[in-house]
């Protein structure tokens, strides 16, 4: 195998992760003619494809996306390391970018790393906030937060929270009108605020557990929403029957806006975890917002 230039790889990751020679290009500072003939002199060197041009742009082969796949991460620790290297030491600097569920990020990731921010002006955190399962690698985050079983085994995982109870709530003259549900089952003749899935567009079936007896229910209503915050507003506003974490309908429960029903029915998640790629390279900036993050799991 010859010795590869450094900065032909570095070439090809920009236009394999752009899949756009114009915007590689712009990002490289060189001409696209330039960038172009890198490409075919690396492709040449390794004597394999790793590119399909199109008219549209530019998307890797097979052999390209593997490529991709071992090199991000390394060139990625790169980029960090010499970040750092850029920054005084006691002052790590860098963009940490970062998905997450709506109830995780708002309820537990900005508390934490806004004080992280105020600490550290050098730090840039990016969250994107979605509920569906996000390919890290491909869509170039550098962690994801979500329920422990939701994680890979190849993930490195950390708790960030203790384990999260379900609610199930509606308000007192919704009971009235309708009659409060007495088993799980009997949800199918209520009108239940259902919640769009984002990974397989299907609606989320409601899941239960008693005594080690496990349930999913799927429910019908008037209103669907994708995001944990509408559930709630659905439910407070007399539409239907919500099903919440716990710690977001409590205030409401204690309020008296909102009944518990079920409540034995409710089941319990292995909280949160902040989980990333075990090859992925550790920053100083990244490392302090597992730090962050981790430090808060039991103060909730």
Known sequence: MPRIDFNYLQAFIIVARERSFTRAAAQLGVAQPTLSHTIKSLESNLGVRLLTRTTGGV?????????????????????????????????????????ASDYGAGSFLWPRLSALMLEYPGINIEIDINNRLVDLIAERFDAGVRFGDQVAQDMIAVRITPDLRMAVVATPSYLAARGRPRTPQEL????????????????????????????????????????????????????????VPATLAQPHIDSGCLIPVLEDWWPTFPGYHLYYPSR?????????????LRLGATRI
Request: charged share 20%; with cysteine.
């Open 59 to 99: 998307s890797p082969t097979e052999a390209g996306e593997r490529l991709l796949a071992n090199l991000g991460p390394l060139y990625e620790g790169i980029e960090a390391g010499l970040a750092e290297l850029g920054s005084e030491r006691d002052k790590p600097a860098g963009t940490i970018r970062l998905t």
């Open 188 to 243: 199918v003749t209520h009108n239940c605020i259902n919640l769009r899935l984002a990974t397989r567009g299907g609606l989320y079936a409601w899941e239960f557990e008693k005594d080690g007896e496990t349930l999913d229910v799927q429910v019908r209503g008037q209103f669907t929403g994708n995001t944990t915050p509408q559930m709630l507003e659905g439910a407070l506003a007399g539409i239907g029957i919500g099903y």
């Open 280 to 292: 992925r390279q550790s920053s100083r900036a990244f490392m302090l917002v597992v730090d962050a």
